[in-house]
């Protein structure tokens, strides 16, 4: 893990190593362990898969390769997410989850499990849409 040097002016951000197990991890996509019997490993991520949510580590600081190995977010605060945007407003500190098969988060009610993720901005309602917005990352 790699743990930013902690000062005064700047807040805490903690990062992990994991390896790409699939095409197109873009910046800001939220991963997940593999858990693929024959890949499982602790180091191999992919894309939020139906079932396997509770295995989300983080946010990808960068685009990783598939078979590369990158930086993901699984702590602190982030300046850029995937937040999808509903017909309904978001409120500053609303829970966010990840979504299967998809690379962006979305809010949750109250009684969801697992807010590993909070949002520190509002935003409108519009229409159906990914937008980035200001996080917290709680995923370690």
Not at 6 to 29: K, M, P, Y
Not at 40 to 68: E, F, R
Not at 84 to 93: D, E
Request: aromatic share 8%; charged share 15%.
């Amino acid at each position: 893990m790699l743990f930013k040097r902690v000062n005064r002016s700047d807040a805490e951000r903690v990062f992990a190593v994991f390896q790409a197990n699939e095409a197109n991890i873009a910046a800001d996509d939220v991963v997940q362990l593999e858990a693929t019997a024959a890949s499982v490993d602790g180091v191999k991520i992919a894309q939020p898969t139906t079932g396997q949510l509770g295995l989300v580590v983080g946010i990808a600081d960068a685009a990783i390769a598939n078979g590369s190995y990158g930086l993901v977010q699984i702590y602190g605060y982030r300046s850029t997410s995937r937040v999808v945007r509903t017909t309904s407003s978001l409120p500053l500190g609303a829970g966010l989850v990840a979504v299967a098969e998809a690379d962006y988060l979305d809010t949750v009610t109250a009684s969801a499990f697992g807010h590993y993720f909070h949002l520190l901005e509002t935003a409108a309602a519009d229409t159906l849409h990914t937008i980035s917005r200001k996080i917290f990352i709680r995923c370690m």
